[in-house]
């Protein structure tokens, strides 16, 4: 179970668990994308329509195989719109509110399962770090989305102070090669987080 995080918005959080996870299809993976943000972005980078699949797989306690939906060769998604908040309201008033993701994907027969957190810090976060195995952290190259980094870092080494395994990469995005700030941020990540930096995606036309 892989989460895709970051407390910055417009990072390429969506944009990087939809390539992912189509990639892992593509490659002959049975994966399950899960969409944690009320825009529903995921459905509608896959060309399908938003759904309240999240808020029906928490609230209505519907099993995965009746919300999932199919969008690529081995690739289905459970869907996510405004609802979402709803669900996210039920989770709070809930009994063990930071095991509620990891209760629902219990019986999830997938060999990959993919969580596209809302840039926030709630308890769908914080639910959704102790159902994972890892955790991957998308940033722009700018102070603000570094800083965001360093929130989920956070919010990471609470949950394994509560005993949870957790690893985790940090995926440098729009990397602009003719900007200094860029270069300055990305050699500043390599230089305190090592080999938990991957290579970056530049940005070109």
């Given at each position: 179970?892989?989460?895709?995080?970051?407390?910055?918005?417009?990072?390429?959080?969506?944009?990087?668990?939809?390539?992912?996870?189509?990639?892992?299809?593509?490659?002959?993976?049975?994966?399950?994308?899960?969409?944690?943000?009320?825009?529903?972005?995921?459905?509608?980078?896959?060309?399908?329509?938003?759904?309240?699949?999240?808020?029906?797989?928490?609230?209505?306690?519907?099993?995965?195989?009746?919300?999932?939906?199919?969008?690529?060769?081995?690739?289905?998604?459970?869907?996510?719109?405004?609802?979402?908040?709803?669900?996210?309201?039920?989770?709070?008033?809930?009994?063990?509110?930071?095991?509620?993701i990891t209760?629902?994907?219990?019986?999830?027969?997938?060999?990959?399962?993919?969580?596209?957190?809302?840039?926030?810090?709630?308890?769908?976060?914080?639910?959704?770090?102790?159902?994972?195995?890892?955790?991957?952290?998308?940033?722009?190259?700018?102070?603000?989305?570094?800083?965001?980094?360093?929130e989920v870092?956070?919010?990471?080494?609470?949950?394994?102070?509560?005993?949870?395994?957790?690893?985790?990469?940090?995926?440098?995005?729009?990397?602009?090669?003719?900007?200094?700030?860029?270069?300055?941020?990305?050699?500043?990540?390599?230089?305190?987080?090592?080999?938990?930096?991957?290579?970056?995606?530049?940005?070109?036309?």
């Open positions: 179970i892989l989460t895709i995080a970051n407390q910055k918005g417009g990072v390429g959080k969506t944009t990087t668990a939809v390539t992912i996870a189509h990639g892992l299809a593509i490659a002959g993976w049975k994966t399950l994308l899960v969409d944690l943000d009320p825009q529903g972005h995921v459905a509608f980078s896959l060309g399908l329509p938003k759904g309240p699949g999240f808020y029906r797989l928490i609230v209505d306690e519907e099993p995965i195989e009746k919300v999932a939906i199919p969008a690529r060769t081995n690739l289905e998604i459970i869907p996510g719109d405004k609802r979402t908040e709803k669900a996210k309201r039920t989770i709070v008033v809930s009994n063990f509110p930071m095991e509620t209760r629902a994907l219990r019986h999830a027969e997938y060999e990959v399962v993919i969580l596209d957190l809302a840039p926030s810090l709630d308890v769908l976060h914080v639910s959704a770090l102790m159902a994972s195995d890892w955790v991957l952290i998308p940033t722009k190259l700018d102070a603000m989305a570094v800083d965001g980094v360093n870092l956070r919010s990471m080494a609470e949950v394994i102070e509560r005993g949870h395994r957790l690893g985790y990469s940090i995926l440098p995005t729009f990397f602009d090669r003719t900007t200094r700030e860029t270069v300055v941020q990305l050699n500043s990540l390599v230089e305190t987080f090592k080999q938990h930096v991957w290579p970056p995606i530049p940005q070109d036309t």
